[in-house]
């Protein structure tokens, strides 16, 4: 194996997946170096999961090649295995049992032995604030807690790769904040995570590079600056005190977008304070009157919605 | 460590886990041995008397004698619920995800389920037996004979759990698991447990001899009640390995095929 095979994870190469008619994998390349954070980015229903699903050997894929931890994912789904722990999106617990139960589970059947698995336990559950619930049945856990001893549950084999499939889904902004310093603290730990997530806040805290997936197809990859640099979505958002103002600013201007019932105009622009000033200096030389300014950056929202396909749009905005 | 151990090691995991489920929530595992219990009650209780007048043999005028070794099937029959729902659960939550992406026996999953399932099943049996017998159940069997009605007892559990396990796989979500069994816990009703099949009307009582469930009555009811039949007791293991066999394929191509959700 040469230098650039050991610091790869995850290799794919021309990835196909179809549900009967319907494919949902479309060629699909990638290539995630070791000891980074991949996410894979994507509307409601554009091949995340099943990527997961397949990366992850719960289902074949129809052609192409994957190499995960340096194992064939087709020739050898045991090495593989061996190598990764899966978090995926529906909890994956034993609701039956308690928190500490579910932990020795796992730990019996890595063959940790009986000492040193329930030591893993415990350390989990230290590590992951569910000291207090550790001998109550998981039914009784909230989404937050049953999610975090779902990542637990993935972590006690000491596995070097994780699948996250999104893992705050449904998640308060607290639990999804203490979902991130996990992920955090495992890449400080050297572990490689492929993470899918729906929120392009999520992907720009945590990941190293962002794919966007859509349709079956990889958009767009790159860094999260990378991929915001591809849109032109800056611009500078003005607001008047009443609508002769706004009138007279857009004449001024020759702006088109604008946004009567806020009395706000949309100045394209990359928020420079050269521009800004140059900006403010001709509405003032025309004696309109600001209320307010604000500036705009291209944000990966802005990215997602350009690149994925349009009917797909409203599914993401208000999730 | 070797492939089989592994899996030895894997399967003892589950059994403990599947074990710890039932006496932790021991409703499902009860309420099975309910409708055994209830029917002794109710017929040899209540509608005993009328009932015992119309069984010829031996058992004339002593109708527990009469209906017990049909009680008993019932209880093994019982177990068929718990197991086919205990599957499905499983099927139907994320776990098994966890399980399959892990690297452990595939097979530990099902074994467990199934070795879990036949201690349950047995304990309640041997149960129901003693509450016939506490009712007045007296056999003649000797200790030969009832070893080999436990025999029998084992095998058709071995059975009657793989079709449980199963009919828990080919349910859409647990409640489709929990009606299916229905079918094979009222089975013996329409077989020689209640009353002679002689005494039903002539389409039903040619269903009611032929199905799988009459000779393993009339067998157990051989060994403890009366002389046994060598015809009936080679019908039952017969259906009881074939059964098992049929079901065991089935849940194995199952467990191989099934889309995990």
């Known amino acids: 194996m040469n230098t650039e095979a050991r610091q790869t994870a995850i290799h794919v190469a021309g990835l196909r997946k179809a549900f009967g008619e319907k494919t949902v994998l479309d060629g699909i390349d990638l290539t995630v170096p070791r000891g980074t954070v991949f996410s894979l980015l994507g509307p409601n229903g554009s091949g995340k999961t099943t990527m997961v699903r397949i990366l992850s050997t719960l289902i074949r894929a129809d052609g192409g090649e994957a190499r995960v931890a340096g194992r064939d994912l087709a020739r050898d789904p045991d090495g593989v295995r061996k190598a990764i722990g899966v978090t995926g999106q529906y909890s994956a ?49 909230s989404g937050g807690m049953r999610r975090r001893l779902d990542i637990a549950m993935t972590l006690i084999g000491g596995p070097r790769i994780i699948f996250l499939d999104e893992p705050t889904t449904g998640l308060d902004p607290r639990s999804r904040r203490t979902t991130w310093e996990i992920v955090r603290g495992l890449v400080r730990d050297g572990v490689t995570i492929f993470l899918t997530t729906q929120y392009l806040e999520e992907a720009d805290q945590l990941a190293d590079r962002i794919a966007v997936l859509d349709g079956g197809r990889l958009v767009a990859e790159g860094t999260s600056g990378e991929l915001k640099r591809l849109v032109p979505g800056g611009h500078v958002r003005l607001r008047f005190h009443d609508l002769a103002g706004l009138d007279a600013a857009a004449r001024v201007l020759g702006v088109t977008a604008r946004d009567d019932d806020a009395l ?25 009157e600001v209320g307010e300014l604000s500036v705009h950056t291209p944000d990966l929202d802005d990215v997602f919605l350009a690149l994925t396909g349009e009917n797909e749009n409203e599914k993401v905005t208000s999730a | ?46 509608f005993g008397n009328a009932l015992g007048a119309g069984v ?72 129901v037996i003693g509450i016939a017998v506490a009712m007045g159940f007296r056999t003649h069997g000797g200790v030969a004979d009832w070893l080999a009605a436990a025999g029998l007892l084992v095998l058709l559990t071995f059975a009657l759990t793989w079709v449980g396990v199963m009919l828990g796989l080919l349910a859409n979500n647990p409640e489709g698991a929990s009606n299916t069994p229905l079918i094979v816990q009222f089975l013996p009703f329409v077989g020689s447990a209640i009353v002679p099949p002689e005494s039903m009307p002539a389409g039903v009582r040619w269903f009611a001899e032929y199905q799988p469930f009459t000779p393993i009555i009339e067998t157990l009811r051989g060994l403890l009640v009366d002389a046994p039949d060598g015809h009936d007791a080679v019908a039952s293991v017969a259906w009881c390995a074939g059964l098992a066999a049929v079901a065991y394929a089935s849940s194995k191509a199952l467990f191989n095929r099934k889309a995990p959700r």
């Open chain 1, 93 to 141: 617990v034993d609701g039956l049992l308690t928190g500490r139960e579910n932990l020795i589970l796992m730990a019996d059947l890595h063959h940790l032995g009986k000492a040193a698995g329930r030591r893993a336990a415990d350390g989990l559950l230290e590590r992951f604030d569910l000291v207090e619930a550790a001998n109550k049945t998981v039914a009784t856990y």
């Open chain 2, 1 to 46: 460590m070797t492939t089989l151990t592994t899996a030895a090691v894997d399967s003892a995991t589950m059994l403990r886990r599947n074990l710890r489920h039932a006496l932790r929530y021991p409703s499902l595992t009860i309420g099975g041995m309910m409708m055994p219990i209830t029917i002794l009650l109710l017929f040899v209780g209540v």
């Open chain 1, 264 to 288: 706000c105009l949309q100045v394209p622009g990359d928020g420079g304070v050269r521009s800004l000033r140059a900006l403010l200096g001709r509405l003032e030389d025309a004696a309109v």
């Open chain 2, 56 to 127: 010829g043999g031996p058992a004339k005028g002593d109708y527990i004698t009469y209906v017990a070794p049909g009680i008993i099937l019932m209880a093994v029959a019982s177990g068929c619920l718990s197991t086919s729902v205990a599957v499905c659960t499983d099927m139907t939550e994320g776990i098994v995800d966890r399980f399959r992406t892990m690297g452990i026996a595939r097979a530990s999953l099902l074994t467990g389920h199934v070795v879990g399932s036949m201690i349950q099943t047995l304990i309640s049996t041997a149960a």
